[in-house]
């Protein structure tokens, strides 16, 4: 048959098509658009009839028949509603449908009689003169390109990094000074609550007058630095970010430098600037460790002796406890640090002592482990012991008590954490019996749950507002926000007796010391996944970068997402078994082993 | 009425009625469920399950392989053009669009900036591939596998040569987008090319109306422009042109000898074929060494003049960021009172969070901005720089040949060789 013969009719019947389809596209499209018009402008749950309607039931509450007839109203102007997008919706795929007939037969017709280009005339040779003129051609563009941002810069630059600082600066400057204001006022409430209130079980001892002036860290100071046993706040969550994954202590891929540790401990490294700080204690000698950031040179150490007040005697304590179990603190100025025989010292940044002091020999049956933290220029320490347990705040230029809360709690091996709720910061502990929170200016009680019980060696974890505790042999317990305090849900799957959880908005991270890892949701308690890292975990968990580190007893860093999944990510080792809970800073990572300190980068 | 007229106004309608079908579907407000279900964002589409992302990386490595297959042992446009139908269909109508190789470019970026971020291999698989791909046998990934590509060749009836003062001035525009695009991704700003992608609307039959009109014109203009996404934006195209000039086999207009017809001259829409010369340059040798001497010492020029412009812009480009467009927000407040306060800025005050931290984090985002700017100027100053240096030299060529870096292996030029063996 002639080919050509046969296509004739071929692209006459697909223009047909083509065309039919063309009318059938313009007629759907129009008939779209109508629809949509109508439907932006009906809204069908604001409608004058339904006003009215509504109107009427407000005068007539009892009218059941009228809201009936509301009701009918509504599900008739949604159908009608959800009719017309259903249509417009459908007039889209027929849109489209048709289009790719047409685009279908209009392809067909240029396969089958090819649109051959004609050849053109031969040009004269044009190839140089063209590139130059293209070389001014990209030139131009090339201005164009610079001028338009220069002159974008310049309509829109309003040096907005040197705004931020300084106002970061104000604002700050702005919350130290309302300090008292807050002060009294919590100081006032707390005392109505513990003369009408039996169930607190505290009492205020003392309140000390009016701060003394002086500068204490910025925010910005506090996030950028590790001053706090598990990061800022002592909550476990990193603010900064673009921390290492990968490093292996063995070879020595990624590890800045290894510094061997004098004395042993428990606590965590301090970071502050560039000066990590580290307390190291035996039976016979306390000491303060300074080493510089850079390259891990021991800058300074610090004999802590003849501190007014020590026992004559050193108390007993558990080997996994030892005497220097409390990681330190600072606030840029000053370095504090507590160990089992309850001295409490104060060193300047130089390693000279400012103040120190004795606490009394702890009745601390394992030896006392809680950490200290700062709130502003207050040092605070959570004394649980046998008997007579207290959180005491002093003031850090002097050491003089700023105030003291008793509290009828048993002894605790738990560090003090601040919760910032929005509303205001407070000083979250826990202890058998309760999780209790108080104002870390006045040291009022703010509220307390009962809900854990026997010898507490986790901290507790806080995100978006709820607070989760957990304890060996007792149970987890999430309490969540709001008036009262209540516990919002509980586990006893998974428990912990030395780490502590972390948690972020959305889920609640637990390791426990037998080396299981398990994610909760945050909000109703759901297990979402558990993981086995076949070895003892003593380190609590930090939460940087969007990853969990959680650092088991051999020394190996395990490193996961922090999120539904827990995909592992890493398992870096660091070359030396180690407890401590590693700190975070300027891109680095701290951690102590059990005789050296690595800086991993 | 003429074909390209008829086909010029059915894409208008299409992208209207579709553009109508996308917006009702905002008339309600988001409802906040008391259940705590999330209602899903629509810039990509939900998790895909593990084996069926392994199906998606073998349709590619089985779509590029055919193609290539088909460009160069078989030598026919019609299966390519298949291929492209095919590949329209499941990466482009199927997948929606995801996961796209022009947009893992972000994915890779993100990874290698943020510690925080594993790129998931699937994504990574589809950044590489084409690469492989290219390098072995030149860009047959846009000729047959690119979804974009195809729906571009779909409307491209009538394709008219584009003067070569705009087509010069147009090339720049993919680096400016590519540079744009990494550093968004590498600040953790924004996927940008996710964001403004034109084509992902059409085939989710959802997207917003700037991305709807930002579609139109791409397609309204590639009837007559053929391909302008892929040529004058695309930034994986970039990437691809870099590495195809320097594929192992590549397509040849002619299988044998070029008898020198002239045939195929003008049959590349792309204007990707090299004619035969230069015969001879009009300036002397001593210019020419001149030229390229202050060529070599002005690109640093470039690089210094481009980083400091984009140092500059530092502030302008950070605002994308919405932690500063936020912190800014809070900053200015005469400027706020001049329209309602942001919903961002409302749920800021909402959080508690102090205004401290906000700023902390702008200033470090600023910081970062201000390091990418002079990367990005210094990128597009190198880019520009080379250009100006790559157009004083040319290799003499005796046949028609394909431009190995601009040339899409669309295997439209072979239909037009004479010579068949």
Known sequence: ?601 | MKKHQITGLIVFFLLLGWHVAAQVIQRFPRPDFESGYVTPETLQPGARAGFLELVDLLVLIAAISVTSWAVLKRRSRLLVFWISMFSLAYFGFYREGCVCSIGSIQNVTLAIFSGGYRIPLTVLAFFLIPLVFTLAFGRTFCAGVCPFGALQDLVSFKPLKLDYRINAALDIIPYLYLGLAVLYAATGTDFIICRYDPFVGIFRINATVGMFVFAGILLLSGIFIARPYCRFLCPYGVILNWISRFSWKHLTITPSVCVQCRLCEDSCPYEAIVKPGPWKNPESRRTMVRKFLSGVVLIPVFIFLGGWTGSLLHESLARVNGKVRLAEELLYPAKRLQSPETKELIAFKASGKPAQELYVEATEILNRFYTGGWILGGFIGLAIGAFLLGKLFSRHRTDYEPNRGACFSCARCIDYCPVQS
């Open chain 1, 1 to 601: 048959m002639d080919t050509q013969s046969t296509r004739i009719p071929l692209i006459s019947l697909l223009r047909k098509i083509a065309l039919i389809c063309g009318v059938f596209a313009a007629i759907i499209c129009i008939l779209v658009i109508v629809n949509y018009i109508q439907l932006k402008r009906i809204d069908p749950l604001n409608t004058p009839v339904m006003a009215s309607l509504q109107e009427r039931l407000k005068q007539n509450p009892g009218d059941d028949s009228l809201r009936t007839e509301i009701r009918e109203l509504d599900l008739l102007a949604r159908k009608a509603f959800f009719t017309s997008q259903w249509q417009v919706r459908m007039g889209g795929y027929l849109l489209l449908g048709s289009v790719l007939i047409i685009v279908i037969c209009l392809k067909w017709i240029e396969l089958i009689r090819p649109n051959i280009p004609p050849i053109p005339f031969p040009e004269k040779d044009t190839f140089w003169s063209h590139r130059m003129i293209r070389r001014k051609w990209i030139t131009y563009t090339a201005l164009l390109i610079v001028s338009g941002g220069l002159l974008l810069a310049f309509l829109t630059y309003r040096d907005l990094g040197k705004s931020l600082n300084s106002l970061e600066t104000t604002l700050a400057n702005q919350a130290d000074s309302v300090t008292p204001v807050k002060k009294e006022k919590a100081v006032a409430a707390s005392q109505v609550i513990l003369a009408d209130t039996p169930r607190s079980r505290d009492t205020v001892v003392a309140t000390a007058p009016a701060l003394p002036e002086q500068k204490f860290p910025t925010r910005q100071e506090i996030l950028r630095n590790s001053a706090t046993f598990r990061g800022p706040d002592g909550t476990g969550i990193v603010a900064q970010t673009n921390f290492p994954v990968r490093w292996n202590g063995i070879t020595g891929d990624h590890i800045l430098w290894r510094t061997e540790i004098p004395l042993p401990g428990f606590n965590s490294p301090v970071v502050w600037n560039n000066r990590i700080f580290l307390s190291g204690a035996n039976t016979t000698t306390r000491e303060i460790f300074c080493f510089d950031a850079g390259s891990g040179k021991l800058l300074w150490k610090t004999d802590v002796s003849e501190v007014p007040g020590t026992p004559g005697t050193v108390p007993k304590v558990d080997p996994q406890t030892g005497f220097a179990a409390s990681t330190m603190t600072t606030d840029g100025q000053r370095v504090y640090a507590i160990f089992a025989t309850g001295d409490l010292i104060a060193l300047r940044m130089d390693g000279s002592r400012a103040w120190a002091q004795n606490l009394g020999l702890p009745a601390n049956h394992y030896g006392h482990s809680s950490s200290l933290i700062m709130f502003r220029d207050l040092l605070i320490v959570q004394l649980d012991q046998q008997s007579g347990s207290a959180v005491i705040a002093f003031d850090g230029s002097t050491g003089k008590q700023v105030w003291k809360t008793n509290r009828n709690v048993r002894v605790s091996w738990a560090s003090p954490i601040l919760a910032n709720t929005g509303e205001q910061t407070e000083l979250i502990l826990v202890a058998d019996p309760i999780v209790a929170s108080y104002d870390p200016a006045t040291g009022a009680e703010l509220w307390q749950v009962d809900c854990i019980s026997g010898e507490v060696g986790p901290s507790v974890a806080f995100a978006g507002g709820m607070v989760f505790a957990v304890n060996e042999y007792s149970k987890l317990a999430a309490i969540r926000p709001g008036e009262p305090r209540q516990v919002a849900w509980e586990s006893t799957d998974y428990l912990s007796d030395i780490p502590s959880p972390v948690a972020n908005e959305k889920y609640l991270f637990l390791p426990t010391s037998y080396g299981t890892f398990v994610c909760y949701e945050a909000n109703t308690g759901r297990q979402l996944w558990v993981k086995e890292l076949e070895r003892p975990t003593y380190a609590s968990p930090m939460l940087a970068d969007g990853n969990i580190y959680q650092l088991d007893k051999s020394g190996i860093m395990h490193i996961f997402t922090a999120d539904s999944l827990g995909t592992p990510v890493a398992e870096s080792p660091l070359g030396e078994g180690s407890v401590c809970t590693p700190a975070f800073s300027n891109r680095r990572i701290y951690i102590r082993g059990e005789k050296h300190l690595f800086c991993i980068k």
